[in-house]
């Protein structure tokens, strides 16, 4: 295990919303200015906390979805409608003010130094870590080679779709069989993995992130395949 | 900094009962979610062991028949994953630490776990002594899924639960402290819930 050295205390600190993205009917992306964030690496998350009059205060966790590079920190939330926190934030206005913390986390991120093949293997909102490592692939004119694979149950799921489309994307629906689809239909399983995945030979470096029962299947999907354990990083993502 | 009011945040509280059980920060799941850096290793129990070694007079093996056959016990507790959820009124069924480090001669005062899969997370000796921490097989009177950290996995409920190591193989007794994981990306060495030591410098 490599070994890194955050050791600064992580405060709160207030950021400002700039504005909202609607990215689907559920999900929009928050981009902030944050002026003391010290910055991050693509794949870390961020703690966000909300305060109540009587000081309750609630805090969850939320991938980062924008590069390091980018003038504004963004995080992309699914509205859950008996949530807590998401309705609270994805209501957000430009001008609101929110507490935040982090970069938190360090084994789940993308650097060049990491090397590759890059493959990135996204289940539903999953897909948030892995746009930030593809903005930062791209920010630093990086060769090496990357790859994205996308699961979403319906069209309307699909998060960064513009975006995305100017990577190597593979997506594919779970849910819908459209007309007109020039996708794939069906989950990422071994098969699928076996045809759009390196070969095991070539050692790429995977980044896995989606439900649980997602990831689980894709990460033993693609030990069975031969890639080794070692090779495939993983992050669940809950819904909150 | 001191926290600002988020306009027009009510939240959700827990109930009055269960308000004094969840610690700063948390909010209680009826699920189980699952967190882990990598992919879940299948570990056949024909081939598992636990170990005791390191700062030992003499290092200590069990296979999983020998550690079938130890005294076992049955421990129901609220546990705090630092990514914010907490599950309350979990049960398990397990081989106490005492048990297990009873005769265990060390001068040693720091226990870094390991795990298949690479894992490792350290605590002090004294965190996981005198009925604080067990070797977790079951859950809910099932043998403990792989996901959840099968065959077996450390409960240390009283720290956060990153510190109940996944697929634990064992313990190794140190003199220095040697940081695990997530201890050396930024978590916190120790990981009070209740005094939210959730990151180095917490």
Known sequence: MERTAIRRRLTWQLARVVEGVTETARTTS?????????????????????????????????????????????????RLDDGEVSPYLTALRPGDELELR???????????RLGGPLLLVAGGAGVVPLRAMLRHHRAIASDVPVRLLYSARTRSDLIYRAELS???????????????????????????????????????????CGPTGFVEAVADALVALGHGADRVRTERFGPT | MMAGVSPGFRG???GAADAARVPPGQYVTPDFPVLSAGPTPHQPTETWSFEI?????????????????????????????????????TSWTGVSLDTLLDGVDTSAGNVLAFCDGGYTTNLPLDDVRNGKAWVAYEYGD???????????????????????????????????????????????????PWKEQRYAGD
Request: net charge negative; charged share 25%; hydrophobic share 35%.
């Open chain 1, 30 to 78: 928050i981009v902030l200015a944050a002026a003391d964030w010290q910055g991050h690496l693509a794949g870390q998350h961020v703690d966000v906390r909300l305060t109540a009059e009587d000081g309750y205060q609630a805090q969850r966790s939320y991938s980062i979805a924008s590069a390091p590079e980018d003038e504004h920190l963004a995080i992309t939330v699914q």
């Open chain 1, 102 to 112: 982090g970069p938190i986390g360090g084994y789940f991120v993308w650097e060049e």
């Open chain 1, 166 to 208: 100017e990577y190597e994307t593979t997506i594919t629906l779970t849910d819908e069989e459209p007309e007109e689809w020039n996708g794939r239909t069906g989950r990422i399983d071994s098969d699928f993995l076996a045809e759009t995945a390196w070969a095991p030979a070539e050692r790429p470096l995977v980044y896995v």
């Open chain 2, 12 to 14: 959700r509280r827990s």
């Open chain 2, 53 to 89: 070694r390191g700062a030992v007079g003499k290092p200590m093996s069990w296979t999983w028949e020998q550690f079938m056959a130890l005294p076992s016990e049955r421990v129901t507790a609220d546990i705090h994953c630092v990514s914010k959820w907490s599950k309350l009124d």
């Open chain 2, 142 to 192: 099932e043998p403990l899924a792989p996901e959840h950290g099968g065959p077996a996995r450390l409960l240390v409920p009283h720290l956060y639960f990153w510190k109940s190591a996944k697929w634990v193989r064992g313990i190794e007794l140190r003199q220095d402290d040697e940081p695990g994981f997530w201890e050396n990306y930024g978590y916190h060495n120790y990981g009070d």
